[in-house]
């Protein structure tokens, strides 16, 4: 596909899918899959920070921020280690069976801690905890770029976007169902190894589920044939993926993009209590009044980013997007200064908080897109992999350095700083894509 078709609305007539796409039966199972599958996942998480707490409360062998921290850790540090490999293995192998088999082989893991024992001893309780989480969420890494990169194989190119939005609100879902919601709820009305146990339920429907999605056109093309040549292919092909997404413009700018949205939103999540408490002078407790309309407005971006893509292009809502998330970040640094009452700041901190998840929503599902419509089907899984190792790198810098600036410099200095720059990248993006025709 050449990169003009990336750069211009997308016609009404090339979506030859019509109607909701919850009705075309491949999309609806790949869809089921990721539902069932990440909800899972989060599920596993929270209830990994249970068992980790409930060692810990017994014991006291272990600080419980320090052993609740390590098991963060586990199971979130594949996700740079691996990265990398999983796009060369999506690319070999039939993306159809690794989901299959990335689905029954975290059903397995979770399984293992079902058998972890309260009287064994505290240490290698955390250990044998630490190390089913760090093994699941390295299985993990291998599911993302076989999703990603079997949705253009389940959907016309004209409803590219749409599908994406999907994926990304299911995604936000399936983390507040999993992790924040239906995971603690569940975990205090029958127990955290009841929920872990319903998990491995679900991981295996999502296998299950996943048998009935097509065949990867790629599949068998490469074929290692010794352990050393195996090995160097590998690495080739790694390094291919990484010369593919830095070398073509389209597919540099989503992931860039894409890292940057995941960057923002970390910041913003690391600063939120205290904006909370600092500026709007409330309980850090009702963060609610952020959190909430924050989410509706990722739901209103993923309603309206089809209509707007195919109106202005991709690019285009991407580069406008972005341009105004800064703008809204730089407004609601500006809060304090702009309104003489609590209530006046407070009402305006909710309308901008509803924008910026709104301008998320036409950044992400635009530039996830872009990758899949440039990335040649062969490299489609290594290209995804670049993108969630770049992403992963790139979310531990607000993890460790947001809350740092904000003490050394205040919140609304970091928002109004990080501000600036996404609007004036996104604003330098809309010029030169005018000056270029």
Known sequence: MSSRQTLDPIPEETAQL?????????????WLVQTLSQTSQNAVNFGLLVLVQGVVER??????????????????????????????VADRFDRRRLLIVTNLLRGVAVIGLLFVESRWNPLVSLATIYALAFASGTVGQFFGPALWSMVPTVVPNGRLVQANALFNLTFTASQLAGFAVVGPLLVKLVGVRAVLGATVAL????????????????????????????????VREMVEGLRLAGGRRTLRKAIVYLAVATATYLVIAALGPGYVTQVLEL??????????PAGLGVVVGTLVVDPVTRRLGIERTADAALAVGGLLLVAL??????????????????VLAAA??????LVRAPAQALLQQEAPEEARGRVFAVFFTVSNSV??????????????????TVLLGLGCVLAGAGIWQVIARRRSG
């Open 395 to 412: 979310a531990f810098l607000p993890v460790f350095g947001a809350g740092a600036l904000a003490d050394a410099f205040g919140v609304t």
């Open 59 to 88: 014991t006291g062998t272990v600080p419980a921020n320090t052993a609740v921290g390590l098991a963060v850790l586990s199971f979130s540090l594949p996700a740079v280690l691996v990265s990398p490999l999983s796009g060369v």
């Open 18 to 30: 019509r109607g909701p796409l919850l009705r075309h039966r491949p999309f609806l199972i790949l």
């Open 203 to 234: 991981f295996a429907l999502g296998g299950v589920l996943s048998v009935a999605l097509p065949r990867s056109a790629q599949a068998g093309t490469r074929r290692p044939t010794g352990l050393r040549s195996a090995a160097r292919g590998v």
């Open 333 to 350: 640094a500006s809060l304090p200064d702009l309104f003489a009452t609590p209530r006046g700041e407070l009402l305006a901190a909710i």
């Open 356 to 361: 910026l998840g709104m301008a998320d929503g």
């Open 283 to 292: 309980a850090k407790e009702d963060i609610a009044y952020l959190v909430l």
